[in-house]
């Protein structure tokens, strides 16, 4: 149908809308469905390991320098719920290039 609305930095920036009829005939929007790259899809720029007290939204802000770009951490880690990710202190979050970019020779 159309471009959606989202911003060229969200998750969903360039996913089309479609329509959906109801029985009573109201027209429904809606986004086409999102796939996730799979992690290995991600070329890897370092590792971080998480602290007791660590969100997500700062180390996207830290790593990426934009706090909404959390969704980024969550797609190369293959993670669906942000929380998961900073629940364990001691554990490994990929820090990479979005899907498809790759990793410059020499970096």
Same mark, same amino acid.
């Given at each position: 149908? *159309? !471009?959606? $609305?989202? *911003?060229?930095?969200?998750?969903?920036?360039?996913?089309?809308? !479609?329509?959906?009829?109801?029985?009573?005939?109201?027209?429904?929007?809606?986004? #086409?469905? #999102?796939?996730?790259?799979?992690?290995?899809?991600?070329?890897? @720029?370092?590792?971080?390991?998480?602290?007791?007290? %660590?969100?997500?939204?700062?180390?996207?802000?830290?790593?990426?320098? %934009?706090?909404?770009?959390?969704? #980024?951490?969550?797609?190369?880690?293959?993670?669906?719920?942000? %929380?998961?990710?900073?629940?364990?202190?001691? *554990?490994? @979050?990929?820090?990479?290039?979005?899907?498809?970019?790759?990793?410059? $020779?020499?970096?």
């Amino acid at each position: 149908m *159309s !471009t959606n $609305p989202f *911003s060229p930095t969200s998750r969903y920036s360039g996913l089309d809308t !479609t329509t959906l009829t109801a029985a009573d005939g109201r027209i429904i929007v809606y986004l #086409r469905r #999102r796939f996730v790259p799979p992690p290995d899809d991600f070329q890897l @720029l370092e590792e971080y390991t998480v602290v007791e007290g %660590d969100r997500l939204d700062n180390i996207a802000a830290k790593f990426l320098g %934009d706090p909404e770009q959390f969704w #980024r951490i969550c797609d190369a880690n293959g993670v669906l719920s942000p %929380d998961e990710l900073t629940q364990t202190p001691g *554990s490994k @979050l990929r820090i990479t290039l979005p899907a498809g970019i790759p990793k410059p $020779p020499n970096a």
